[in-house]
């Protein structure tokens, strides 16, 4: 007896649900809102055939007496309500299929403006005279370092980034005002006439060279202040300073504008006394 040999199996091909189909049962489902839907349904595809049928003319009912009492309503016609407790699904199954990203990429950049057009057809020059106005524009940079005896230098440069810059340098100058008074052969005193002189830059010997009673060293560039640095042949100093250095015997001092200072200086103990008047800065040089 022959048996019919069977054919190749047949494999049913494997039908994948999209996600949005799942997701809405399943919020449907949490929401017991599932019964709605088929009920929504089954009116949707009901209500034509009903239509249909409802153009014959129903007969009309019995009158009824106005003290007849309505008929009770059957068990079956009740409405039972019950409360939906909608709850929230979980994070991971709603965000199943994205893919997180990282915050501090850069994922969009800035519009490319050159070559566009406007409204009336003409080419955006926006990249051209972007260029020509940083090339046209002129720069100015100082820089200013004070060294240790009151020099400034500032560093000014100015054009365009290409051309070369100059430095200026800046240092303290005072105005000074002396006095000198000596000791006539008799025992009186000469007072000689006050001497201003302006802008004085250091170091500089006062009253001068040939007679160096003190010497000014610069400027404090804290408290802007005068250094004196006072000659070994002062034998006295009178006045309200700030020694500096020296211990027995001081030899620089720190003097406020506009405290006048006395030195006996010499044998012959002639008084210079020393006012600084006030403190300035003024262009040395240019380099």
């Known amino acids: 007896m ?6 190749p199996e047949l494999k049913m091909p494997e039908l994948k649900v999209p996600t949005f189909l799942v997701d809405l049962y399943w919020d449907l489902r ?3 809102l599932l019964p709605l839907v088929a009920l929504a ?11 249909s049928g409802g153009s014959k003319e129903e007969p009309a009912a019995p009158a009824t007496s106005l003290g007849a009492a309505p008929s009770p309503e059957s068990d079956g016609s009740k409405l039972t309500v019950v409360e939906a407790k909608p709850g929230l699904r979980d994070y991971r199954k709603r965000l199943r299929d994205d893919k997180p990203t990282d915050p501090f ?3 969009y950049t800035s519009p490319m403006l050159a070559g566009t057009k406007l409204g009336n057809g003409e080419e955006s020059s926006t990249s051209t005279s972007t260029t020509s106005t940083s090339t046209s524009t002129s720069t100015s940079t100082t820089v200013t370092k004070a060294s240790g005896n009151g020099k400034t230098t500032e560093a000014t440069t100015e054009g365009s980034g290409a051309s070369p810059g100059h430095l200026t340098i800046y240092v303290p100058a005072i105005d000074v005002k002396i006095v000198r ?5 008799g025992g009186g005193k000469d007072r000689g006439e006050p001497e201003v002189r302006h802008r004085v830059i250091p170091p500089k010997a ?6 160096q009673v003190v010497t000014y ?33 001081c030899q620089l001092i720190e003097v406020e504008p506009g ?15 020393i006012t600084v008047l006030k403190v300035e800065p003024v262009v040395a040089g240019h380099t």
């Open 2 to 7: 022959n048996f019919l040999k069977s054919g």
């Open 30 to 32: 949490e929401r017991h």
């Open 41 to 51: 349904i089954v009116a949707i595809v009901a209500v034509p055939f009903l239509l």
């Open 105 to 107: 990429v850069q994922r």
């Open 181 to 185: 008074t000596s000791t006539t052969a």
């Open 206 to 211: 006062l009253p001068g060279e040939k007679t």
């Open 217 to 249: 060293m610069g400027i404090n560039p804290t408290t802007k202040a005068p250094y004196f640095l006072i000659s070994d042949a002062v034998d006295s100093v009178f006045g309200e300073a700030k020694c500096l250095s020296g211990t027995s015997v």
């Open 259 to 273: 405290m006048p200072m006395t030195y006996v200086y010499g044998p012959d103990s002639v008084r210079y006394k």
